[in-house]
């Protein structure tokens, strides 16, 4: 039986079905995986995490400068026996040159996983050792990370997209079960009519979400769109400048906290569109599911998921000014056309984008690597 060893440095709760995904199929293929988990930074705050029978516990090391940080990741110990090794790809994983070395000396493979975010806008810097060029595999969080990857010369054959996603089939579940009666009361409780125009943000409130060009861009939209409201779902940083825009517009502008499960999906049910002006990550993926459709701007925050969002066919993406975003969401609100196309772009994205197509891809990357010529360059 083939072995492979993920090193992750840290999971969240959100992963945990896909790894148990991954897990299942690579069994099925005869293929044993383990994967290395430690705590988070003290810059995130997660909860506790279910423990797998695939989990290796370890207790990470932090390193902390000017709000950021390197992480070392006591892992040696656990590469002997297997075959592959994946490392996260990123430049604060200390760790990974020594594991990458200790591979080459053994005889195994070594992969990349990861988004390469730093070389869409601009290069990453230079850098006294890389291995994004070295490893036997590439696994790229999706098609814009395989460009990327590609760009610097890796052998696209070697690359795997893995089309990464969180669960969405247990909470399109919870979508499809939310009642109009449901609904109903949530509209009651905030006196939204049933011809009301509803947009939504739900994320974490911080300066790269762009919170002030949000509340400029609904003021100017409120002006043109009387039957307009508008819900905030989440917490954060600046979620007081929320809390304060809520006091002076109590009548149309709503802000509920941090929401989760069933009372999270209900405001995307009630909600026409989702607008995010600033940073688009795998919240798009819970767009397509809740047929919610994204109106964001061309900016430099975004993660590479904003690939997913092709422009008019399952969400909007404005020129980077006050006047063009306005003017894309008050299109979305009058051009019905237009709208009904977008959720018919997110049902058939939401059918694409899911945790057991991403583990397939995954395992079927693993395999071909597992079975490929290594790449014992230095």
């Not at 969405?168 to 949530?186: C, F, V």
Request: proline share 2%; with cysteine.
């Amino acid at each position: 039986m083939k072995k492979v060893l993920i090193l992750h440095g840290f999971t969240t709760e959100y992963r945990i079905p896909f790894l148990k995904e991954l897990n299942r199929i690579l069994l099925e293929n005869n293929i044993s995986m383990k994967v290395v988990v430690g705590q988070p930074s003290k810059y995130e705050k997660y909860d506790k995490i279910e423990a797998c029978d695939f989990f290796i516990f370890v207790r990470n090391i932090y390193i902390y400068f000017n709000k950021s940080y390197l992480i070392w990741e006591p892992v040696l110990s656990y590469l002997k026996g297997n075959d592959l090794v994946i490392m996260r790809q990123a430049k604060r994983h200390l760790v990974n040159p020594f594991v990458y070395f200790s591979c080459i000396l053994s005889n195994k493979k070594t992969a990349l996983w990861g988004n390469m975010k730093s070389y869409i806008f601009k290069k990453a810097g230079n850098q006294i050792f890389s291995l994004n060029n070295k490893v036997d595999h590439w696994f790229a969080y999706n098609d814009l990370t395989k460009k990327i990857v590609e760009s610097i010369g890796f052998p696209s054959e070697k690359i795997t997209s893995v089309h990464n996603s969180i669960d969405t089939k247990s909470e399109r579940a919870i979508y499809n079960s939310i009642t109009d009666e449901e609904i109903g009361i949530l509209r009651a409780k905030y006196g939204i009519e049933t011809s009301d125009i509803v947009g939504l943000f739900c994320s974490r409130l911080y300066s790269d979400k762009r919170i002030d060009f949000l509340l400029h861009s609904i003021t100017k939209v409120k002006e043109d769109i009387p039957n307009f409201k508008f819900f905030v779902v989440g917490d954060g940083l600046e979620y007081n400048k929320i809390l304060e825009f809520s006091k002076m517009n109590q009548e149309w502008f709503f802000a509920v906290g941090a929401q989760y499960g069933r009372n999270k999906i209900k405001y995307f049910k009630l909600s026409n569109f989702q607008l995010i002006p600033g940073l688009v990550g795998l919240h798009i993926v819970d767009s397509f599911a809740f047929e919610c459709p994204i109106i964001t701007t061309i900016n430099t925050f975004h993660s590479v998921e904003i690939d997913y969002l092709k422009n008019g066919e399952n969400g909007v993406m404005s020129e980077d000014s006050l006047e063009e975003y306005v003017n894309s969401i008050i299109n979305v609100c009058k051009n019905k056309k237009l709208y009904e196309f977008l959720k018919v772009g997110c049902r058939e994205s939401a059918k694409l984008y899911t945790i057991e197509n991403m583990a397939q891809r995954f395992a079927n990357g693993i395999i071909s690597c597992l079975y490929e010529q290594p790449n014992n360059s230095l």
